[in-house]
């Protein structure tokens, strides 16, 4: 500045003069970070220095002088989701410039937005300080393969359900993000069932195959694949068991058309005369069986009962004489709530055993008779023709007379 000095004459005399002053500078400033705000993108994973943004990580003190040296350090790490405690470890950061580092990855399904505090103070009076905070948003790796929500699902379905008939939805997850958590579900094998790739949604896919007598059980592998990742990870596999449930779809079977059976007229009420035998593969009430004489020729329905085994009993008076065979119709069906039924005939051929047998008895009795009585007849006859020969011959020679009596003695002796 310009120093003026005068007399104080009249006029006054004066002479200007240049007067210079140096001023010290005091420390009463603290330093400031160029920007209160830095920002980070990092990979999940990742090592090494960090790029800031708007730019790199710098303080500078607002005293001039002999306090410009300053010192950074991290104060403070916090997370999104999680806190983890020894967060402040990931992280360096280089004390003279300033750059920041990352020293273990960051596990993005662990923290995905982290927030720094750093500071700088001055290294002569660490009082004078500044604070900055560093935002660092962690991308997603695909460092995660998806996973079927079970190891094992079960289902049931009933048989013969059409094409599309949903069966279960199983589900499954991608720890990742976005593409890197985009994944297809596949079944195998799928000749009966397919599954929605997107919706885990299992449905029938052919009908024709599900049939609970032929195969009741169903076991398919189910897994997800990564569909927009260059790895395409895949989950373990899952198993899908699948069991039929019963429809009743059969009716029941006869072991035979046609049975025969044969009673005594005089058969006890009780007796058994044959059994019949329906079969049924449906399950449950659809394939348990009921048996019942539904036609009876003669009026024979009151005579003859079946039990619910099929054994066809006498229950009333039976006569040969009167009807001599039945014709039964008997009926099996099954106990399924849409009931099924088949039929069989059985012939029942009735015995006149008393009076066949006795009657066969007399008759041998006068058959045998009559033979023993011809027989006698004709040993008579032949006889007497012989002896009526042979006297004749004696009369013609005497000399054989005596053997001719001895001969007559022994055949009269004989008979
Ligand atoms: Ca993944
Ligand atoms: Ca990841
Ligand atoms: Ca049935
Ligand atoms: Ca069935």
Redesign the pocket.
Known sequence: MSVQVRDTGNPFKSSVTTLIIAVTDEDDSDPVFQHDIYEITVMENATGSLNTSPAAILAYDQDFGINQTLAYSLQEASAIPTDLSDLLDYFSIDGQTGELSLVRGLDREVVHDVTLIIKAEQANNNVRSAEARVYIVVQDANDNRPEMSASQYQATVV??APSGSPVLTVTASDKDEGGNAMFMYVLEPSAAFTIDGTTGQVTVSNSSIL???TNNEFTLQVYVVETNTTEKYRSPTSTVLITLL?????NPTFTAEIYHANVAQDAANGAVLTQVVATD???GS??EIRYSIIFASDNGKDKFTISADGNITVSGRLDANTVDSYVLVIMAADRGTASRETTAVVIINVINVNSTNEGGTDTNAIIIAVVVCVVVVLAIITTAVVLLKRRRAANENPEENHSSNMELENVVSSS
């Open positions: 048989e013969n049939d609970r007598e019963d429809e009743n779809d059969n593969p449906d399950s659809n394939g």
